[in-house]
């Protein structure tokens, strides 16, 4: 069984092949346009995914020893994500299925990134407890089957992910930012600054107060004194980074304790970041989870993922038509 995966949700062009359950390829491109712009530029994502699909997929089936003929199957992420990004996706592995009469599969991004726990060892044991952390989500998803999922908290208005990046550019740090402030936050005090924690109810987060709190904070400090962020970079982004990941863990640990589930995960671009892997790993020796963390490459957008959760549709027979369409919103 040859699948072949396509992932263009935002600025990653990435194709991947797996065969019988086992990642073959996994072709990355890389948007770097964006940097100047200080952020993703949807319409000139669209347009890099176009100039980057053709050549992605064929190195991914290059990688795998694999023809078009050999292919039983292509997947492609419907969404969420960035509409225009996704039509390309979309469009191309559409095209290719109706050319060599092959099904297709749709794949919710979101649940991908879930299941790229699946594509090396050690696996985690069903149930368990995901914790989705990018851009564009923050959700705490309980995981009974490879197929059944159901979101127990999320964010109800900014992601953490975004909570980063709009952190870097006030400190005018380049895009991307979250990265950097991780950088300099291990070599920062993370008790530097506190900042105040949002109290919602339940398992929900919220960023947004935050992201206020610490622009008023910043404003405040340069204006007695100017060299204040130069001066103090390191605990400044200790210090916001080290709240971030406080909440996070605070509503993981709580999901925990409700559920019962000791089976714990972490998914999404934010996953990648060391602040977090390492706190989350110290909290699980201390309350005796089994804690799985992906790999990096598998953090960021991948097709891996993309084709690791076509493997399991596959299995299921769930298959889509050729009238199917992306969408920006996708529930999960």
């Given at each position: 069984m040859n699948i072949l995966a396509i992932e263009s949700s935002c600025d990653e062009t990435s194709a991947a092949v797996i065969?019988?359950?086992?990642?073959?390829?996994?072709?990355?491109?890389?948007?770097?346009?964006?940097?100047?712009?200080?952020?993703?530029?949807?319409?000139?994502?669209?347009?890099?995914?176009?100039?980057?699909?053709?050549?992605?997929?064929?190195?991914?089936?290059?990688?795998?020893?694999?023809?078009?003929?050999?292919?039983?199957?292509?997947?492609?992420?419907?969404?969420?994500?960035?509409?225009?990004?996704?039509?390309?996706?979309?469009?191309?592995?559409?095209?290719?299925?109706?050319?060599?009469?092959?099904?297709?599969?749709?794949?919710?991004?979101?649940?991908?990134?879930?299941?790229?726990?699946?594509?090396?060892?050690?696996?985690?044991?069903?149930?368990?407890?995901?914790?989705?952390?990018?851009?564009?989500?923050?959700?705490?998803?309980?995981?009974?089957?490879?197929?059944?999922?159901?979101?127990?908290?999320?964010?109800?208005?900014?992601?953490?992910?975004?909570?980063?990046?709009?952190?870097?550019?006030?400190?005018?740090?380049?895009?991307?930012?979250?990265?950097?402030?991780?950088?300099?936050?291990?070599?920062?005090?993370?008790?530097a600054y506190p900042f105040p924690l949002p109290e919602m109810p339940g398992l929900d987060f919220s960023f947004s107060g935050i992201k206020t709190s610490f622009m008023y904070f910043l404003q405040k400090q340069v204006r007695e004194n100017p060299n204040f962020i130069s001066e103090n970079i390191n605990d400044i982004c200790a210090s916001v980074q080290f709240t971030l990941v406080d909440i996070l863990l605070k509503k993981l640990k709580k999901a925990s304790r409700e559920t019962g589930i000791r089976e714990i995960t972490i998914a999404g671009g934010v996953s990648a970041n060391s602040g977090l892997r390492k706190s989350l790993l110290q909290l699980g020796e201390k309350l005796g989870w089994k804690v799985y963390i992906p790999s990096f490459e598998y953090c960021t957008d991948n097709a891996a993922m993309i084709a690791m959760a076509a493997h399991y549709k596959f299995e299921a027979n769930d298959f889509t038509d050729q009238t199917v369409s992306p969408m920006a919103r996708m529930e999960f």
């Open positions: 065969t019988n359950g086992k990642i073959c390829s996994n072709v990355v491109a890389t948007q770097l346009i964006h940097t100047q712009y200080g952020g993703v530029v949807p319409e000139l994502a669209s347009r890099a995914h176009q100039q980057h699909i053709l050549p992605v997929v064929n190195n991914a089936l290059n990688d795998a020893k694999v023809t078009k003929k050999d292919l039983d199957a292509i997947a492609f992420t419907k969404g969420p994500g960035l509409l225009g990004a996704l039509l390309v996706g979309t469009s191309f592995a559409k095209s290719m299925a109706l050319g060599l009469n092959i099904p297709l599969i749709e794949i919710n991004h979101m649940q991908a990134h879930v299941l790229a726990h699946f594509i090396d060892d050690p696996k985690p044991e069903f149930p368990f407890l995901c914790l989705t952390v990018s851009g564009g989500h923050t959700q705490i998803v309980k995981v009974t089957g490879p197929l059944e999922m159901e979101i127990i908290g999320e964010t109800k208005d900014d992601a953490v992910g975004e909570a980063f990046d709009k952190t870097a550019k006030l400190l005018d740090l380049p895009y991307p930012g979250g990265p950097l402030i991780d950088k300099y936050a291990a070599l920062g005090n993370p008790n």
